[in-house]
């Protein structure tokens, strides 16, 4: 009979050392969750756009040249905004924008108030901004047409809109009062031309005083 006892008590030991290691294992691999979880690797969660500070904002970009989209990307970076780019269907080249010829394509599209030159892509979510940043370049005194055809092309009333351009020498002049037209129930900010190679501290200093950012 005590022969009989000793192995059952020597069952019940292993059964619960069986159990304690089971609760090791699984508190160990909950541990490991929880760490991959935690890690580095969750932060593409947040969107690189929506880490600065605005990202109810969307800084909206034409660029020819490149000269504008180096703008457009600092004042994102200044504004801690999301870009949308005015990609064309039909690319403009160098011959295009020859300002010496006047039959070029640019020439011929500055001319006619009612030109539309065609957008290839398509911005989703506009709803969710509450101010756009207009960027691009001055052509003739004027921003380039298919920047009527996105101000048409989308609702932009009520809206906080803020012109920003390039050019080789013009201001901005009447391009922002121009475009007015096309969302005269939004709210629009004072607008500027800036030089090449502007920084992300003057752009921020500049939106700044717009209220835009503190």
Do not use: H
């Not at 022969?3 to 292993?14: P, Q, R, S």
């Not at 690189?48 to 660029?63: E, I, R, W």
């Not at 020859?98 to 989703?124: F, G, H, Q, W």
């Amino acid at each position: 009979m005590k022969k009989i006892f000793t192995l059952v008590l020597a069952g019940l030991m292993m059964l619960m050392l069986g159990g304690c290691g089971s609760d090791s294992a699984a508190a160990t691999s909950s541990a490991k969750t929880s760490a991959a979880t935690t890690s580095g690797k969750a932060a593409p969660a947040a969107s690189s756009s929506s880490a600065g500070t605005n990202a109810k904002s969307l800084v909206v970009y034409f660029s020819a040249t490149g000269n504008t989209k180096a703008l457009a990307q600092t004042a994102a970076e200044a504004l801690g905004a999301d870009t949308f780019e005015i990609v064309p269907e039909k690319t403009y080249t160098k011959e295009d924008l020859n300002y010496n010829d006047e039959t070029t394509r640019a020439t011929v599209e500055m001319k006619d108030e009612s030109a539309r030159p065609a957008i290839k892509n398509k911005l989703e979510g506009l709803e969710k901004y509450e101010t756009v940043v207009l960027a691009y370049p001055i052509w003739w005194g004027q921003a380039p047409r298919i920047i009527d055809t996105f101000m048409e092309s989308y609702d932009l009333n009520g809206k906080t809109i803020v012109p920003i351009c390039t050019s080789e020498a013009s201001d901005i002049g009447s391009s922002a009062d121009f475009l007015q037209q096309f969302a005269p129930n939004a709210t629009w900010k004072d607008g500027k031309r800036f030089e090449k190679g502007v920084s992300a501290a003057e752009l921020k200093s500049f939106f700044a005083g717009l209220g835009l950012v503190r």
